[in-house]
């Protein structure tokens, strides 16, 4: 944890996040994103007729032949493309539109073999929102390509007019091009009045191009996320599970602690007293004198024992936090930072213990960081609850230049965080002061 405290951050800008001299509407038509974008929807049109054309022939396929055996792996073979097509749709927007999308929940399959692959894809549903995103993407992205196709081509074309009319002067005979035309009346763009209004009509729309791409690919930013994505429930049995082995983890190398204070401290100790106490006695009768120091010599080592043994159990789980609450425990904690804490507690009740304890050892280990890295002379600890969770700031005027992404103990207790829905915010500028606010959901007792 040495690296938590007193490391700084870049000055520097990158160039993507320089100033830019002209307005986001001007550069929009020129920006690399706009071009993207763009290029998504013009390639939408082709992918999508083939994703609709093999969804829907699969599918007809498959159930045509369900009266026979044969329906039922035609259909899952139709169902495990188009998972397939989905892999190259989520690849296609990460690539274009900058959209990271999880991939779905996989097969689960409780056997090996044909038949239980066939019932697994039949049975998973992002088989079937894969199925359904290719039946619906085909006349959203008809829409889209009509629509980004006609306002890019109008926009270009009537913006670059004067070029076009100073090159080609002569349009079919005409001197311009013809705006309106009937048996008694034609109208042609052939002054410098209309040649400029032509132009400015078109800098109207291909300023407006880009914020048009970007508002339908906003819709395929839906559908694939949606329909192509892991499902809120899926999302959240994968978070059970690694929460679930963070705090395996964490178990394990909490018993390992104390298993290693155990034969390191109180035990060494107290095997030491043993042997101590063995000399004692067998010098009572010779030498009373030094067996009476050996005894006294003992003393003082039962004494630091117990403190080690004290110190162990408070850190397991101290018996002030079960009897008193956070904020004497906290209280306690605070007394023995090296530098002056102010408690402030505000709960009208206590949460439920293992989120109380969680809330301890929090504020434990953010005070324990301020003590050895901060260099501070000062530190406050606040506690209160906002609706449904419960807040705890640790905030000290040290060096700052706390953070979790370093690999240090910050990150493992964000991670312990994380296990129960919480949450680690740190605000550590260089030269400080740091902020951490850390988030728990609120359970009563």
């Known amino acids: 944890m040495a690296t938590e405290y007193g490391q700084g951050y870049g000055l520097g800008f990158p160039d993507s996040e320089r100033a830019h001299r002209l307005p986001a509407g001007l550069r929009a038509p020129f920006e690399a994103r706009h071009w993207r974008e763009l290029g998504y929807l013009l390639l939408s049109l082709p992918i999508s007729i083939l994703l609709f054309t093999y969804a829907v022939t699969m599918v007809s396929l498959g159930a045509g032949l369900l009266v026979t055996f044969l329906g039922i792996p035609v259909l899952a073979a139709g169902l495990a493309g188009c998972r397939g097509f989905g892999a190259m749709e989520r690849a296609r927007a990460r690539g274009l539109l900058d959209l990271e999308v999880a991939d779905p929940e996989p ?266 890295h901060a260099r501070a002379t000062w530190a406050g600890v606040d506690v209160w609850r906002v609706e449904d969770r419960l807040m705890l700031q640790v905030v000290d005027n040290g060096v700052g230049g706390a953070d979790t992404s370093a690999g240090s103990g910050l990150a493992g207790l964000a991670e312990r965080l994380d296990a129960v829905d919480g949450i680690l915010v740190v605000d550590s500028p260089v030269g400080g002061p740091t902020r951490i606010t850390a988030e728990l959901p609120w359970r009563a007792v």
């Open 107 to 372: 097969l689960r399959m409780r056997k090996q073999g044909f038949m239980a692959w066939m019932g697994a894809v039949l049975k998973s549903g992002a088989s079937w929102r894969s199925l359904l995103y290719a039946v619906l993407h085909l006349p959203w992205a008809v829409f889209s390509f009509v629509v980004a196709v006609n306002f890019w081509a109008i926009g270009w074309s009537l913006l670059t007019y004067p070029l076009w009319f100073w090159l080609f002067p002569l349009y079919g005979g005409q001197g311009g091009i013809q705006l309106y035309g009937d048996e008694t009346h034609r109208i042609y763009l052939d002054n410098a009045f209309e040649i400029t209004v032509t132009a400015l009509v078109g800098l109207l729309f291909t300023l407006a191009t880009p914020w048009i791409v970007r508002a339908l690919t906003m819709v395929d930013r839906l559908l694939v996320h949606g329909l192509l994505g892991p499902t809120r429930l899926a999302t959240r049995v994968v978070e059970l599970e690694s929460g679930r082995g963070v705090v395996v983890d964490t178990a394990a190398a909490d018993l390992r602690r104390i298993e290693r204070d155990l034969h390191d401290g109180a035990q060494a100790r107290l095997v030491a007293l043993a042997m101590d106490l063995g000399l004692a006695k067998e010098k009572l009768t010779e030498d009373p004198q030094a067996a009476a120091r050996m005894v006294e010599e003992a003393h003082g080592e039962v004494k630091t024992a117990l403190q080690e043994l004290r110190d162990l159990a408070r850190g397991i789980h101290p018996a002030v936090l079960t009897d008193r609450g956070l904020d004497a425990a906290l209280s306690s904690v605070a007394s023995r930072c090296t530098v002056p804490v102010e408690v402030q507690v505000d709960l009208t009740a206590r949460p439920v213990p293992a989120i109380e304890g969680i809330a301890y050892f929090t504020v434990s280990e953010l005070l324990q960081n301020i003590s050895k």
